[in-house]
């Protein structure tokens, strides 16, 4: 698997998220790290195996195995971070907010890898999730250590097209017409 053969899995309507594809592996804003442990934290929120192991076979080339550490620490903590303070967000009873969340998050304080780089994975992640509470956090985190809005722009549009190429695939494999051919 790769990026390549995801694009070819892209049918005729997403045109367009096969084309964004290509355009977010060139990206000339973020680094090398930056973007694939981007592609691949993004790649593991959006849950699907096709995606991920397209991802994560191009991501191997590019990242050391901190870095892909990293981007899977990413992913896992926010999956769990996410569910946490989007519900205490959303809650009405704003005393939630104020309690400790008591959750282990050594991921985001030890990364292993530049802080700044570990936190746009976690804000990519933090998209696809829907937790505005997460998003603001991080933007803020990377605003703090410098990292341009392009950059904090480009982890975004990375999250939402990989998260699209992940419902295309899911959605193709759970057409009626997809389960009779297979």
């Known amino acids: 698997m790769s990026i390549e053969t995801l694009k070819e899995r892209m ?7 096969k084309l964004n594809l290509s355009n977010i592996a060139s990206s000339t804003v973020l680094t090398a790290q930056q973007l694939w442990g981007t592609m ?16 994560a076979a191009d991501a191997a080339v590019h990242l050391s195995p901190e870095a892909g550490n990293a981007a899977r620490a990413a992913a896992a903590v ?19 907010g104020a309690m400790p969340a008591r959750l282990r998050m050594n991921a985001i304080a030890s990364p292993g890898i530049e802080k700044a780089d ?26 703090r250590a410098g990292v341009s809005r392009e950059a904090v722009q480009e982890a975004l549009r990375v999250a939402a097209v990989i998260h ?19």
Do not use: W
Request: hydrophobic content about 50%.
């Open 11 to 17: 049918p005729s309507y997403a045109k367009d998220i």
């Open 40 to 55: 691949l934290a993004s790649a593991i929120a959006a849950r699907n195996d096709t995606v991920i192991a397209s991802v």
């Open 78 to 96: 926010m999956a769990m971070n996410n569910v946490y303070y989007r519900s205490v967000h959303l809650l009405s009873d704003k005393e939630y």
């Open 118 to 143: 570990f936190e746009l994975f976690s804000l990519a992640v933090s998209a696809i999730n829907g937790c505005g509470m997460c998003l603001d956090a991080h933007a803020q985190e990377l605003t």
């Open 164 to 182: 699209a190429a992940a419902c295309v695939v899911d959605g193709e494999a759970a057409l009626p017409e997809a389960r009779n051919a297979a």
